[in-house]
């Protein structure tokens, strides 16, 4: 279930919304355009520069202490999230998932781009936030959460994001 909410939400208005059902994961951060302080650090597991970008390994648990504990802005950023049996290897790490310039959101059916991922939390240049869900608790909980949110494949269908055959 594929969800698009068309204004800024906050990393903690998320989290709180999800609320206990983060730390049923771990979680792959990548493409982070965020205020974030160097103290705030210590809550990833691992931090590891790539090419693509810096990619961030957290527990769910940690998450929820770091959105909480600081005043974490996120601007671009993607939050994906693994069985908590799943762990990564940052330097191994095949798939980068990102936003900024990811025209693949934008399509007919959206996907996770992580294989092994249940879902993905997206937030768009401080004006969207999206959620790609295989877990439909997961996705049930953010809709209830945020009044007037849009399927993502009704809205890219409606703006004209794709050419229907």
Known sequence: ?????????????VMDALC????????????????????????FEEIQELEEG?????????LLELVQHTSLYVIWGVFTAFERKTSITLNDLIVHPFADGNS??????????HPDAMCELIFWDSTFVLMLSQVEDVSERFRQTFPGWRSLEE????????ESE
């Open 1 to 13: 279930m594929n969800t698009i909410i068309e204004r800024f939400v906050s990393i903690q208005e």
């Open 20 to 43: 206990l059902q983060v730390t049923n994961y771990n979680w792959l951060v990548t493409d982070l355009d965020a205020v974030i302080s160097n103290d705030s650090l210590k809550y």
């Open 54 to 62: 810096t990619a961030y390994w957290i527990k769910g648990e940690r």
């Open 104 to 113: 693949d959101l934008w399509i007919e059916s959206p996907r996770i781009q």
């Open 155 to 162: 809205y890219n269908r409606t703006e004209g994001l794709f």
